[in-house]
Every structure is written in structure tokens, then in C-alpha cells.
């Protein structure tokens, strides 16, 4: 035999020279649930190591994932019900917690990147990241109100915001809003090709920002605005608009369902394509470990190192921190 592959495996120094994909703690970026308050610290039990955080506590997290090489963050607030009202007007209060949060990040770590959240459902009491009329979701006066909050959280200081409502045009709203109040500097990571999953239930756990089941007039779901889990091709016509809107990320979520679109969006766009690792799929991956019916220290980085090989060039995860860690002690 001419050619032995095997070769090439003979020895971990021979594989790492032979290695195509590469994955760092610089690719990943930790998720932080925030809310309201001092000296919280609350773990999500569908979501087992993730935690709500106060401020003083979300800083805590924030410094020990610098110190792995973690420096990207992206945060989504819980907000009290007696703040969310049909139109999300808390999202762009002065009094927001999630706002004052992001000052102190920033202030005490600049060098930190801080992605935000535009989306109406953690202020909506209704549930839903659209404006709801007459039992539909109403397309662009929801723009005007993701205008408003993506200004507040500019002002703020986020570095890059995270439209994540799946609007139509909401990324050319936002941007032409940015540029005009001289935020031309702050960037749009787009929630580009974010399907309709069945994964997303810890999630809605932490932040309780599931439609809101019951009224007549509210929509039991989100299939009218998020896209369907059956369609590949409608995620070029996403990543087009929103490439042309004025996008600087384009992400596909979730992840792990959702490889062969992952990989087409990165063959199809120049711009950096980034990955959510959503809630449901890294619970059902502690779960198995917890059970002992998979290694975490195993399984983890090869699912995280399969997203990187579809294609991401950043990947949103809860265990972004715990790589961080490993790749530490191998390091060391």
C-alpha cells in the first residue's frame, strides 16, 4: 500500500501536525443570565451549572472567565413581570438593570466584548419577541420598538448587538437608527437562520420568556417569525437580507441540529458565521454525563470541536468557560 492514513495518526505529536480544525476559548463565548438585585447567584435546574447573576456576581463570572481566555460575552436579562408591558418599554428605561449592568461590565472590563439581546419577549407580557395585534405578530411597528432598544443598549456600551426577534428588516432598522445617533462603531451579530426548536426550554426557564399561553389573541408560538426546522435554503435568503442590511455576524441557532446549515451559511457568505450551542443541547449532554453514560470531559470539546468544524467561526455555549478550563490544564 502506497498510501497509509494511519500514518498520520501514528502519535499525538504526528496528529497535531495533521489537524484541519482548530478550537480555542478566543472562538467561544459565555452566555451570562442577569437580573435584578445584589448577591444573587441562582442555579437554572434544567440548565445545570448556569446561573442568574446579580451584577456583583455576574462581575465575579466575568473575571474568572478572563483569567481562562474567555472574553466575550453575550447577556440576556430576567426581568420582573410587573415591568413588561404589550409594548417592551422597559427594555429602554433608564431604570433597566440590564442597561446598568452593562456600564459596570464595560467600566471595570473594557477590554471584554459585550453582545446584547434585541428582542421584545424578556419585557413583553405577551411572551413574544414581536409586537402583538389582533392575535398576529406585528412586523414593523415591532422595528420602531428594537430601534429604541437597541440605541439604549449602545448608549450603554455594548460592542456588538444581537438581534435575535427574526423581524423582517430589523437589521436595517437598527443599523440606520446606530448610524444616525453616531453608533456607527457598534456592531449587529444578526440572529440570522434562528429556527423554530424544540431546544430552547432551559433557556426560556431562566429568563420565563415563553409566549404567554391562554389569551385568545396571543400566539401559542413563535412558527410565524422564527423559521422552520425542515428548511435549508431559506437560510440563504435570511443571510443575503441581512448581509445587505448592514450585518457584521451572521448566526445560525441552534447548532448541533443545525450543522449542514452552519456549514452552508459559511460556504455561501464572507462575513463571520457564528453558532448558539442553545440551552436544550448542552442540557441533554449533561444529562447523559450525569447518568454516566457519557464522559463530559470527552464529549464536550468534540461536540463544541464538531460546530467549529461545520463552520462557525464563534460559538455561543454554556460551556464555554468549562473548555476554557480544560484547555488550560492541557496547556499546563
Given at each position: 500500500m502506497l498510501r497509509r492514513p494511519r500514518r498520520n495518526r501514528r502519535s499525538a505529536a504526528i496528529r497535531g501536525?495533521?489537524?484541519?480544525?482548530?478550537?480555542s476559548p478566543g472562538h467561544l463565548v459565555q452566555p451570562l443570565f442577569l437580573v435584578d438585585g445584589k448577591g444573587v447567584r441562582e442555579e437554572i435546574s434544567s440548565l445545570p451549572g448556569s446561573f442568574r447573576l446579580s451584577t456583583d456576581e455576574a462581575l465575579k463570572e466575568v473575571e474568572s472567565c478572563m483569567e481562562l481566555g474567555v472574553k466575550s460575552f453575550i447577556a440576556f436579562p430576567k426581568v420582573a413581570d410587573e415591568l413588561?408591558?404589550?409594548?417592551?418599554?422597559?427594555?429602554?428605561?433608564?431604570?433597566?438593570?440590564?442597561?446598568?449592568?452593562?456600564?459596570?461590565?464595560?467600566?471595570?472590563?473594557?477590554?471584554?466584548?459585550?453582545?446584547?439581546?434585541?428582542?421584545?419577549?424578556?419585557?413583553?407580557?405577551?411572551?413574544?419577541?414581536?409586537?402583538?395585534?389582533?392575535?398576529?405578530?406585528?412586523?414593523?411597528?415591532?422595528?420602531?420598538?428594537?430601534?429604541?432598544?437597541?440605541?439604549?443598549?449602545?448608549?450603554?456600551?455594548?460592542?456588538?448587538?444581537?438581534?435575535?426577534?427574526?423581524?423582517?428588516?430589523?437589521?436595517?432598522?437598527?443599523?440606520?437608527?446606530?448610524?444616525?445617533?453616531?453608533?456607527?462603531?457598534?456592531?449587529?451579530?444578526?440572529y440570522t437562520a434562528k429556527y423554530a426548536s424544540a431546544f430552547y426550554g432551559p433557556f426560556r426557564d431562566a429568563l420565563?420568556?415563553?409566549?404567554?399561553?391562554?389569551?385568545?389573541?396571543?400566539?401559542?408560538?413563535?412558527?410565524?417569525?422564527?423559521?422552520?426546522?425542515?428548511?435549508?435554503?431559506?437560510?440563504?435568503?435570511?443571510?443575503?437580507l441581512d448581509t445587505m442590511e448592514g450585518a457584521d455576524f451572521?448566526?445560525?441557532?441552534?447548532?448541533?441540529?443545525?450543522?449542514?446549515?452552519?456549514?452552508?451559511?459559511?460556504?455561501?457568505?464572507?462575513?463571520?458565521?457564528?453558532?448558539?450551542?442553545?440551552?436544550?443541547?448542552?442540557?441533554m449532554l449533561l444529562a447523559a454525563c450525569r447518568n454516566g453514560w457519557l464522559d463530559y470531559q470527552q464529549a464536550m470539546p468534540e461536540t463544541l470541536l464538531s460546530?467549529?468544524?461545520?463552520?462557525?467561526?464563534?460559538?455561543?455555549?454554556?460551556?464555554?468557560?468549562d473548555f476554557a478550563k480544560m484547555a488550560r490544564g492541557r496547556r499546563e
Open positions: 501536525l495533521a489537524q484541519e480544525t482548530h478550537l413588561k408591558d404589550k409594548r417592551a418599554t422597559h427594555s429602554y428605561s433608564n431604570d433597566n438593570f440590564y442597561l446598568h449592568a452593562a456600564r459596570d461590565i464595560k467600566a471595570r472590563f473594557p477590554e471584554a466584548c459585550l453582545i446584547s439581546d434585541v428582542a421584545m419577549d424578556p419585557y413583553s407580557s405577551d411572551g413574544h419577541d414581536g409586537f402583538v395585534y389582533g392575535g398576529q405578530i406585528v412586523n414593523d411597528e415591532t422595528l420602531h420598538i428594537l430601534q429604541k432598544m437597541a440605541l439604549a443598549q449602545a448608549e450603554a456600551g455594548f460592542d456588538i448587538l444581537g438581534p435575535s426577534d427574526m423581524m423582517d428588516g430589523r437589521v436595517e432598522a437598527i443599523r440606520i437608527a446606530l448610524d444616525e445617533a453616531g453608533y456607527n462603531n457598534t456592531g449587529i451579530m444578526s420565563d420568556s415563553a409566549p404567554k399561553a391562554g389569551a385568545e389573541d396571543i400566539p401559542k408560538d413563535k412558527k410565524t417569525y422564527q423559521m422552520n426546522p425542515a428548511n435549508r435554503r431559506e437560510a440563504l435568503i435570511e443571510g443575503e451572521l448566526m445560525v441557532k441552534p447548532a448541533l441540529n443545525y450543522l449542514d446549515v452552519i456549514f452552508l451559511m459559511k460556504q455561501s457568505f464572507e462575513l463571520p458565521i457564528a453558532a448558539y450551542h442553545v440551552s436544550g443541547e448542552c442540557a460546530i467549529r468544524r461545520a463552520g462557525a467561526d464563534v460559538i455561543i455555549t454554556y460551556f464555554a468557560k
